[in-house]
């Protein structure tokens, strides 16, 4: 419990001793904060000039601008959470709610929490992504010792920086609404603000091609009895992604229910008409004919079904942790057109043809296959923006990452032009003119 208390400064400093403590405490509210120090004196008398000393000294850099009065960036960013994590609630995915969490936490809190929100400039967020990438490297890194210059030394990738800039945006922006921040300082990059033009990790015509004649050969022999379906699965998955365009989460959530097959009024084709839940909400994808034989075979393949009993537990007396016998059944309308992805062994397809990554190193993986659908579309022709309203993205998004590596793209008749040489007419015309002439004068 504390003693007495003393004030001095006309009441605006305090003079107090805290318990189990010989000292004195001096504490003023200053920038609408409450500042708090220890006078190191035992006596009142010396202690009271300790305070006023302390006081006047508190008063100097805040006059000069060394104090500045407002929230923090730390009082800013708990807002934030609370505000983001409750107002999105069930529109942003929990990973990306916690992933802004972790941002904060990790790299943004230990670097601005404790400046006052207008000391935040766009100088001092350059010295954080210089800080980031000269000590943000992975734990392994910090245990191995890595620095600036070592081979073991990795520096944050461009989007990890940028996603971090972004949560850093929206924490100024809450700020901002508040009415704590006047106005946002400019986040922009101040160098390489273009960057290289990058194609996603896509199958081209040729290596398509080996792609399914590969899983069509592990679907009629695979390695074991057992994998048969799973092989079988896996090779129409390849094909049905190709020839709809769809995203792997978007395919996972699709339910036979929710694909009719009907022939297409423009083209006269038989075509698939999908209608996709995604990270966009609800839309609809009209697939290529290519797509209608595999989904034929998914509907009438049979499917493992475990037995189990009116208890719900499988049938016999097996122990708890053995698995219960299957039996095969035809897919329900409500059933999952694909359960899995089959990703392990779809990776062990793409090492055995050495078809892993591209040639500037980039993985693929099963969303290599919509791009591979999207990149095929533009080859051919198709308007651009049928394919993003089909893909349920932006023309941006396709002209960016896409169109920019494909050949077609390019019209060499409207490239190579040529203007008709003007010297030449000229000549011609002036030979013309010796000739007749000539011809007239002989005559």
């Not at 001096?26 to 302390?54: I, N």
């Not at 009993?309 to 897919?331: D, T």
Request: hydrophobic share 30%.
């Amino acid at each position: 419990m504390e003693t007495s208390r003393h004030y001095l400064m006309d009441n605006k400093v305090q003079l107090y001793m805290r318990p189990n403590s010989p000292h004195w405490w001096c504490a003023c509210s200053l920038a609408g904060r409450q500042k708090r120090a220890t006078t190191k004196e035992e006596s009142l008398a010396r202690a009271k000039d300790v305070a006023r000393d302390w006081y006047l000294s508190l008063m100097g850099k805040y006059r000069s601008g060394e104090i500045k009065e407002g929230k923090t960036f730390k009082e800013a960013s708990a807002r934030f959470i609370d505000e983001f994590e409750t107002i999105t609630l069930g529109q942003r995915s929990p990973i990306y709610v916690e992933g802004h969490k972790y941002r904060i936490s990790k790299h943004l809190d230990p670097f601005f929490g404790d400046m006052v929100l207008p000391e935040i400039t766009a100088g001092k967020v350059q010295d954080y992504r210089i800080h980031r990438m000269k000590t943000g490297m992975s734990r392994i890194d910090q245990l191995r010792k890595a620095r600036p210059g070592d081979s073991k030394f990795k520096p944050p990738a461009r989007s990890t920086l940028h996603q971090e800039i972004v949560c850093l945006r929206q924490i100024l922006k809450t700020a901002n609404r508040h009415g704590w921040l006047d106005q946002l300082p400019n986040l922009s990059p101040p160098y390489q603000a273009s960057t290289k033009i990058a194609h996603r990790a896509w199958f081209s015509p040729e290596e398509y091609k080996k792609l399914y004649q590969a899983t069509r050969e592990r679907a009629a022999h695979p390695p074991k009895k057992q994998w048969k379906w799973a092989c079988e699965q896996l090779h129409d998955f390849v094909l049905f992604m190709v020839n709809t365009g769809l995203r792997p989460d978007e395919v996972l959530r699709i339910e036979f229910r929710d694909v009719e097959i009907e022939k297409d009024r423009a083209t006269g084709e038989t075509i698939l008409t999908i209608k996709v839940r995604g990270k966009r909400g609800v839309g609809y994808c009209k697939s290529m004919p290519g797509a209608v034989q595999p989904f034929r075979r998914l509907n009438d393949r049979l499917r493992p079904m475990p037995l189990k009993a009116e208890g719900g537990a499988p049938k016999g007396a097996a122990p708890a942790n053995a698995k219960p016998k299957a039996h095969l059944v035809k897919p329900e309308p409500t059933d999952l057109v694909f359960p899995n992805t089959h990703r392990e062994l779809f990776k062990d397809i793409l090492n055995e043809l050495d078809l892993k990554h591209d040639r500037e190193g980039n993985p693929r993986t099963a969303y290599s296959l919509r791009h591979t659908y999207i990149s095929m579309r533009l080859m051919e022709g198709a308007d651009i923006y049928q394919i993003a309203k089909n893909c349920r993205t932006s023309v941006e998004m396709i002209e960016k990452y896409y169109a920019s590596h494909i050949k077609d793209r390019l019209d060499a008749a409207a490239i190579n032009v040529k203007r008709p040489r003007s010297g030449a007419k000229s000549t011609a015309k002036t030979n013309q003119g010796s000739k007749g002439s000539r011809k007239n004068g002989s005559e």
